[in-house]
């Protein structure tokens, strides 16, 4: 059974930073691609960025310089760094594997990031 357990959300003044973390179990982890998505009030999921199995990166326009995806595969983890937090970076963040061979897409329960002063 798949399963994605993301956590490291909260609540952030802007300007601040914040790691995420999504633990996978159930899939092997090294071939997946892996990403983060973002889903605000209102609005649709969206990609905020994603690591190949071989480790090429990818970022949304909007958070490139500022976020930081990362995978250990010793830990069935990805990471994703945020720096330089702004308001409009507020969302439930969920964390996505995705087999390259069989394009089964699994998703994590999310976790919450609130920037506010």
């Known amino acids: 059974q798949v399963q994605l357990v993301e956590s490291g959300g909260g609540l952030v003044q802007p300007g601040g930073s914040l790691r995420l973390s999504c633990a996978a179990s159930g899939i092997m982890f090294s071939i997946y691609n892996m990403g983060w998505y973002r889903q605000a009030p209102g609005n649709q999921r969206e990609l905020v960025a994603r690591?190949?199995?071989?480790?090429?990166?990818d970022y949304a326009d909007s958070v490139k310089g500022r976020f930081t995806i990362s995978r250990d595969n010793a830990k069935n983890t990805v990471y994703l760094q945020m720096n330089s937090l702004k308001p409009e970076d507020t969302a439930v963040y969920y964390c996505n594997a995705v087999n390259p061979f069989t394009t089964t897409s699994n998703w994590g329960q999310g976790t919450q990031v609130t920037v506010s002063s």
């Open positions: 690591i190949m199995r071989g480790g090429f990166t």
